[in-house]
């Protein structure tokens, strides 16, 4: 299921705190799409490791209790006490058999040992699938039946929304609608140690934001994403270098303009991402003018982009004519 339909969906199996289970490769985003859900709900998130625990660390540590003469079982601080959030059991089925029968009864009963979940609290958990080359255990049948299961999937467009909204080096959103399938470049039969995922473009990110020196680049993206993707990667970057000035663009609405693929797909990225630092009508209108003789797939880009990005353009005259002009294309 894409990301934005799944979203939705989480968001109102949470409201009604029916258990949901996320499957799906390693590096996808699942428990950041889970935190998400949380975030823009206004409660609060926990998320446990199971596949790092112990039964005792869910059930907690056996004492005795003196006044009632029976041994009692002590819970974990780290479990919620009130309010209101998402418990999320993440690595369920990496999890040794032991820790997911205390799971099992946290997850049925909402309680395990003295401790019980406050009503407040839905739980989400996620797992790799068997055939994703991690450790998992085969989940018991009872198990399985307590949730609702979904498959997880990456979607381009779904993660080039989330970059810009998030910030990402107009560098990387724009080798990725440029080449997408590097986006997810992780193949179960491979002994790889490296490879693209949505989550190891985060750390491209922080890379290439980063103080690192040149010739220290390559080894290090390479340890993100693979080596090939890597030089691929660097390669892309140096056509920023043939980029019109986009801050002329935006103030006056004209600029050069390029027949090179690679360029119109950094362009039109960094177009959008630099309206969006800083959006006004005023510089709407000009980027909007500048598309008017740019190469129809990539003008048509760039209003899509502002629009998933929650951009209203509809009461602008340029983009009027910018209709009347690409309409053909809009279907």
Known sequence: MKATNLISTISSLVEQKVPTFLWGAPGIGKSSIVKQIADERGISFIDLRLALMDPTDLKGIPFYDKDSHTALWAPPAFLPKDGSGILFLDELNSAAPSVQASAYQLILDRKVGEYELPEGWAIVAAGNREG????????????????????????????RLWAYKSGLDERVISYISYKSEHLFTFDAKSDVKSFATPRSWEYVNKIVKSKLPQELLLDTLSGAVGKDVAVSFLSFTKVMNKLPDMHDILSSGSG????????????????????LKDAS????????????????????????DLQRNGITMEHSEVFKEWVRKFSYLLG
């Open 132 to 159: 994703d080359r991690g450790l998992t255990y085969r989940m018991p049948s009872p198990l399985a039946n307590r949730f609702v299961h979904f498959e997880m999937e990456v979607d381009v467009e779904d993660w």
């Open 256 to 275: 050069e303009y390029s027949d090179e693929v690679d360029v119109l797909y950094a362009l039109s990225t960094g177009l959008v991402s630099a309206y």
């Open 281 to 304: 009508e005023e510089r709407l209108d000009n980027l909007l003018k500048y598309t008017l003789e740019l190469k129809s797939e990539f003008a048509v880009m760039i209003v899509q």
